[in-house]
């Protein structure tokens, strides 16, 4: 056991955030008090840092593993139109803002969210408001709305300036930038 507290080595995993320096000296304490040699507490804190409890990267890893099998079971062949379905509700009824916080803490990944979004998706689109191709009649997103930019912005039509087909253009325009 080292002769003071400050002498234990802990340090984050490679890829991990900081920790806390008031929070790990809190923890040298309670190594220290408890009498724990230094390779005690390498390895106590490597196996810590190697669990989804230690490690925000590998908790939000293996939410996303679940969420995508829990979903798939539930939504079968409507997985993927679900989440993207979902993924429009999110983006224009709560903005890119939370959409960004979503990402970022890693709720996005959830079951709960996820089915909350769909709802909100299922009801813009009950209620007309959500962006769908005129084409097709499925759920558009902003990067099939510029791949439909650039299909359409090279057809005969287009190029002579037919009313419906430049309307069309600018519509695809605005759902990409919304």
Same mark, same amino acid.
């Given at each position: 056991?080292?002769?003071?507290?400050?002498?234990?080595? *802990?340090?984050?995993?490679?890829? +991990? %955030?900081?920790?806390? +320096?008031?929070?790990?000296?809190?923890?040298? /304490?309670?190594?220290? =008090?408890?009498?724990?040699?230094? $390779?005690? #507490?390498?390895?106590?804190?490597?196996?810590?840092?190697?669990? %989804?409890? /230690?490690?925000? +990267?590998?908790?939000?890893?293996?939410?996303?593993?679940?969420?995508?099998?829990?979903? =798939?079971?539930?939504?079968?062949?409507?997985?993927?139109?679900?989440?993207?379905?979902?993924? #429009? /509700?999110?983006?224009? #009824?709560? /903005? %890119?803002?939370?959409?960004?916080?979503?990402?970022?803490?890693?709720?996005?990944?959830? %079951?709960? *969210?996820? !089915?909350?979004?769909?709802?909100?998706? !299922?009801?813009?689109?009950? +209620?007309?408001?959500?962006?769908? $191709?005129? !084409?097709?009649?499925? *759920?558009?997103?902003?990067?099939?709305?510029?791949?439909? *930019?650039?299909?359409?912005?090279?057809?005969?039509?287009?190029?002579?300036?037919?009313?419906?087909?430049?309307?069309?253009?600018?519509?695809?325009?605005?759902? !990409?930038?919304?």
């Amino acid at each position: 056991m080292p002769a003071e507290a400050d002498a234990y080595e *802990i340090a984050a995993p490679e890829g +991990a %955030p900081e920790l806390d +320096a008031s929070a790990v000296g809190q923890w040298k /304490g309670v190594f220290h =008090r408890l009498g724990l040699t230094p $390779d005690q #507490v390498k390895g106590l804190t490597s196996e810590f840092f190697g669990s %989804p409890m /230690g490690n925000p +990267a590998m908790a939000g890893e293996a939410m996303q593993a679940h969420t995508v099998q829990l979903l =798939r079971n539930e939504w079968g062949g409507s997985y993927d139109h679900n989440l993207k379905m979902a993924s #429009v /509700g999110a983006r224009t #009824v709560l /903005g %890119p803002e939370f959409v960004a916080l979503m990402e970022q803490t890693g709720f996005g990944n959830h %079951p709960v *969210i996820l !089915k909350a979004c769909l709802r909100l998706g !299922k009801d813009r689109r009950e +209620a007309g408001m959500m962006p769908t $191709d005129a !084409k097709t009649g499925g *759920i558009l997103g902003p990067e099939d709305a510029q791949t439909r *930019i650039t299909e359409l912005m090279q057809t005969p039509e287009y190029r002579r300036g037919d009313r419906a087909t430049v309307d069309e253009v600018q519509r695809l325009f605005q759902l !990409k930038h919304s």
